[in-house]
């Protein structure tokens, strides 16, 4: 598996009290029908970290 990382904000006007997630659960089923998964956990620094790993496709 490739592995890429990154940083990414999500800065919304939003109030933080508004529903502004990623929809990971939608996520998951697509990632996990590639063949892939993924991980969410808590950045020492704040925020989240999501980590995303699907197989890269073989070369016919």
């Known amino acids: 598996?490739?592995?890429?990382?990154?940083?990414?904000?999500?800065?919304s006007s939003l109030p933080s009290n508004k529903a502004r997630g990623w929809g990971l659960?939608?996520?998951?089923r697509i990632i996990e029908a590639h063949e892939g998964n993924i991980d969410a956990s808590n950045h020492p620094g704040g925020g989240t970290v999501v980590r995303i790993r699907v197989p890269q496709p073989h070369a016919n």
């Open 1 to 11: 598996m490739k592995t890429s990382s990154g940083v990414c904000s999500n800065r």
């Open 25 to 28: 659960a939608v996520c998951r």
